[in-house]
Each structure stands twice: as C-alpha cells, then as structure tokens.
C-alpha cells in the first residue's frame, strides 16, 4: 500500500530565509508525487507535480521539489520564504489501487513564518 | 486553469437532518470526482471515488449509507450527509480530474465546513 511520511508537522522560519519541507513516500512502482498548500479554512492548491522526467520540478510561487528515488523522497524547497507562504504543506502520492486511482496525503506540514 | 467549486462554503444543520453538498466543474468536464473528508488537525482522508454515470466506489469504513454521493453530470457531483449528527461536523472537500488518466492531476474545491449541533 502507498503511503506518505511528512516527518515535521510544524516548522518555523524566518522571512527571507530558505525552506525545505520533508516528504517521504511509499510506493512499489514509479509514484506520481504532489505538493499541496492549504491556507485555514481553504482548499487545496497544487503547487507542483512530478510524473516523470526531469527530477527537479518547477512549481508556482516559487517553490521547486526534487524527486530522489533512492532516497524515496520528494522534497519541497524555496529559496526565500515571504510571509504569505504561512499555511499547511501536503505531500501526496498517487498510485493504483483495485483499479482505481487514489491520491494519499502526508499529514501535511504546518509552515509558521515570523518576521 | 482549471476550477472547482463547493457549495455550500459553510452549513450548520440540526442532529438528524440531511445535508446536501454541491461540487462543480466551472470550467472543464470531471470524468472522476473524489470527496474527502478532513479532521482539524489532520489530513485528507478519502471517503469516495465517483466516475460520471456509475456508483461511487466507497473507502473501506466509509457508510456508503450515510453517504450518499451522485455524479449526475461532467461537472456536477452531491455529497448528502444523511441523518447527520455532531460526530459527521468536519471540512469536507472535493477534487475532480479531467481524465481517467492516473496521471491527470486533481483540482480541488475550495472546501464545506459542516457542523452539526
């Protein structure tokens, strides 16, 4: 069964400093990976996605993942955070199960972002 | 690009009544729908998996009586809280994909927050 791990579920930075946000997955074949930001009270808004290829992908905001399969990762880094950037981070994976695709999220990462 | 809304944002029903709620496609046609539920604090968990015109395939442990989701259209599908009680009080929200392909990305409303008194 797939399975995702998001070892920090909350993590503190400063404006301006860089971030890196952990996703580890499980998975018996090649994943499709995803980032997912929530801000309170909101859904979800992709931020990237990796199917296959190039394994640093580009995402909005300017947020970039690197898929590592040897390490079965697939984390979230940004340069610089902005204080807008506070809200829960989601890593997803999707995979095949019974015929049916199913996404299946991490326990998201909650981003607290100080001045 | 692709968006989807929900509708109601916010309900607050009575134990024992039925709620309905609404996903739509604003701008493209949903082959597949999934509704997920999500606790404070937690993350998505999925409850089904619905394919315009068939039965929605439920999650193991999820009342498929309780339930009820119809995807009567490409860009319309209902979730219906049936008898609700306070323990049903969470966000619920939907996603929908262009494609039967696994690959095809999963755009998301924007969430309902149900609360039962």
């Known amino acids: 069964a797939q399975s995702v791990t998001q070892p920090d579920i909350h993590i503190t930075v400063s404006e301006g400093a860089s971030l890196e946000l952990r996703c580890n997955y499980s998975y018996g074949a090649t994943p499709y990976l995803f980032w997912y930001v929530q801000s309170p009270g909101q859904g979800l808004q992709l931020l990237l996605k990796y199917f296959s290829g190039d394994t640093l992908v580009q995402g909005i905001k300017g947020f970039e993942a690197e898929f590592k399969r040897s390490q079965s990762s697939f984390n979230l880094r940004k340069p610089s955070v902005h204080w807008s950037d506070a809200a829960e981070y989601f890593c997803?994976?999707?995979?095949?199960?019974?015929?049916?695709?199913?996404?299946?999220f991490g326990i998201g990462t909650k981003l607290q972002v100080i001045p | 690009g692709a968006v989807v809304s929900q509708h109601p944002s916010w309900v607050i029903c009575k134990s024992g009544t039925s709620v309905k709620i609404e996903c739509r496609s604003l701008?493209?046609?949903?082959?597949?729908m999934f509704w997920y539920r999500q606790f404070p604090k937690q993350s998505l968990m999925l409850m089904a998996t619905s394919n315009e015109g068939s039965k929605a395939t439920y999650e193991q442990g999820v009342e498929k009586d309780k339930f009820l989701i119809n995807h009567a259209s490409l860009t319309l599908s209902t979730l219906t809280v049936t008898s609700a009680h306070p323990e049903d009080s969470s966000f619920y929200i939907c996603?929908?994909?262009?494609?039967?392909?696994?690959?095809?990305?999963?755009?998301f409303g924007p969430g309902t927050r149900l609360t039962v008194l």
């Open positions: 701008d493209f046609q949903a082959t597949t």
């Open positions: 997803a994976v999707a995979g095949n199960s019974g015929g049916y695709q199913k996404v299946t």
């Open positions: 996603s929908a994909r262009m494609s039967l392909m696994q690959s095809d990305t999963q755009y």
